[in-house]
């Protein structure tokens, strides 16, 4: 009997080698009836005005990765059509399989259009489960019906997996958490800082950049791109960061420097969030480093916890709320993003070094993204849809599932409370202390109010009265509400009428 037709579509975020589609079809039929299809989809490619670098990430990869299956002996098509549909469609009408495997993607759009797939094609067409998170990924997806919090979530997947856990089943070091250790503003002097691993483009990364460069939009340049493009160089950047940062990077981990923007951070989600890079078998690096004594206990749970914490319960957070988490607002913020988002032209020195930042590397590590944009943003009013636009655009890991809870839920405490129980906002003192970006601003980080006061003071203490009684009943924030009893009656129509001042000076353009 001759073996059937069958067909693998991979999506470019799914780059695996032991993909289940992959697998699913050897079951049933040999190579030679297997044909492996991606497509390049110039819809989705120019969908935002997105970020450059991020697309000759994404293309340059999706090639590579092309590349790796035809070396292990895969019939690969790689196919740029208008449309994913379009495609497929055209896939299918010249190959004519007899089944379609695909792996669901990690985006709901996306898996709506898996669902259409077998009347889109006319073909069969099972969408299997997806690997690419520890969530869902051999037990079903979690359905909870209570509230969860990330900690109770993080110390139930370490238990799970088996991390970081002595004889006994309890954590290592006797705690789940070292944040006390960690959190450290950088040192002056005396600390160095090694680099991330670059990665010169090769010939086929150059051809890539060559063709963004020439997409009729998009923002930040294509030139200075020196990401990892191939599994073999991702799993070297993360070598890298194991052996040289990860050590630091519990205590500096909430840290800001104009010195650099990754200080001890990992600069390893774009890899992970396009499957170069497996996050189990990163946090089982990060504790065989930990057991080599390449990092102490701290750091190595820092670590861990941000890999199989929080990203998986962002993950989860992200199914659980869509599709209702795009238009979530619930303070109700209106206000347009101001026009220097897009230009970093702003006395603000913070916000001027981290948009300039993104502009650039369509990066910026965890606490700027948090405690300057998001903070900015919630403190100032603006539409959470638009700042969430603004993610998607700039960053170069940036994909629906991750920006959307991160940016509504967590930045902008949209979602009612949902995946952050309080709002993450914080005066200058914040900046202040964790960075170096206030020693060279015109404003002064001390002032609350006054020609010279930083605006993010004069816009904290004005949302704290905006919003006195709903975070009164907050008690993670009550405390904070407390220091409103010191202003004096005149000190609270004084940053009243100055917040309205500033905030009348923010124009879109
Ligand atoms: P490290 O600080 O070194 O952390 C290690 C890894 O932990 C990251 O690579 C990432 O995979 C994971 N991680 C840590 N925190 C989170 C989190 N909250 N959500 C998901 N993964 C997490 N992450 C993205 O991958 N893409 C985004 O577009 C993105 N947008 C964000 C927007 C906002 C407003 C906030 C607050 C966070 C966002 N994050 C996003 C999460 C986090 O900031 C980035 O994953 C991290 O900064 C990536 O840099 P790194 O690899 O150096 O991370
Ligand atoms: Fe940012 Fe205010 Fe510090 Fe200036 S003074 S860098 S605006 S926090």
């Not at 005005?49 to 990765?65: G, T, W």
């Not at 650099?260 to 390893?268: D, G, Q, T």
């Not at 497996?278 to 930990?290: G, N, Q, T």
């Amino acid at each position: 009997m001759t073996p059937p037709r069958v067909s693998v579509w991979i999506p470019g975020d799914q780059l695996l080698l032991e993909h289940p589609a992959l697998q699913a079809a050897a079951a049933l039929t040999d190579r030679d009836h297997t044909r492996v299809v991606l497509v390049e989809s110039a819809q989705r490619l120019t969908r935002l005005p997105y970020q450059r670098k991020k697309l000759v990430l994404l293309l340059s990869a999706m090639r590579h990765y092309v590349e790796e299956l035809r070396a292990v002996g895969y019939t690969v098509e790689y196919r740029q059509a208008a449309s994913v549909g379009a495609g497929l469609r055209a896939h299918v009408a010249a190959w004519q399989p007899q089944h379609l495997f695909t792996m669901a993607t990690a985006e709901y759009s996306g898996r709506s259009f898996q669902q259409r797939l077998t009347h889109l094609l006319s073909t069969p067409v099972t969408v299997l489960p997806n690997t690419q998170f520890l969530t869902g990924r051999y037990d079903p997806f979690p359905q909870p019906r209570k509230k969860v919090v990330l900690e109770n979530f993080y110390r139930a997947q370490r238990r799970r997996w088996g991390l970081l856990l002595d004889a006994q089943g309890e954590p290592l070091g006797g705690a789940w958490n070292f944040d006390q250790q960690n959190r450290k503003p950088l040192p002056r002097t005396g600390l160095a800082i090694p680099p991330p691993l670059a990665f010169a483009p090769d010939a086929l990364t150059q051809q890539v950049m060559a063709e963004v460069a020439a997409l009729p939009t998009g923002v930040g340049r294509v030139d200075g791109f020196d990401l990892a493009v191939t599994r073999q160089e991702a799993e070297a950047a993360f070598d890298d960061f194991l052996r040289h940062r990860l050590a630091n990077f519990g205590p500096y981990e909430d840290a800001m420097s104009q010195r650099s923007a990754v200080l001890f951070h990992a600069l390893l989600s774009p890899y992970m969030n396009i499957g170069l890079l497996d996050p189990l078998a990163m946090a089982r690096r990060a504790e065989a480093a930990y057991h080599a004594g390449l990092a102490p206990l701290a750091s190595v749970e820092g670590f861990i916890r941000q890999i199989v914490g929080w990203r998986e319960y962002i993950y989860w957070q992200y199914w659980r709320q869509m599709p209702g988490l795009l238009t979530a607002n619930s303070w109700r913020h209106t206000r347009p993003l101001p026009g220097f988002f897009w230009t970093g032209a702003t006395p603000m020195h913070c916000l001027h070094r981290v948009v300039n930042r993104v502009i650039d590397l369509g990066y910026s590590h965890h606490i700027e993204r948090l405690m300057v944009i998001c903070n900015f943003c919630m403190l100032a009013g603006i539409d959470p849809a638009a700042v969430n636009a603004w993610f998607l655009t700039f960053y170069v890991d940036a994909y629906e599932w991750v920006v959307t809870p991160n940016v509504i839920g967590m930045g902008l405490n949209a979602d009612g409370g949902q995946t952050a129980t309080k709002p993450y906002i914080a005066s200058a003192n914040y900046i202040h202390k964790m960075s170096d970006y206030c020693a060279d601003c015109p404003f002064n980080p001390k002032a609350r109010t006054g020609d010279d006061a930083c605006p993010f003071n004069v816009l904290y203490w004005n949302f704290l009265l905006e919003h006195e009684a709903t975070l009164r009943a907050n008690p993670r924030f009550g405390p904070a509400v407390l220091g409103l009893k010191h202003l004096t009656p005149a000190e609270r129509t004084t940053i009243r009428r100055q917040a309205a001042a500033f905030l009348a000076t923010l124009s879109a353009e």
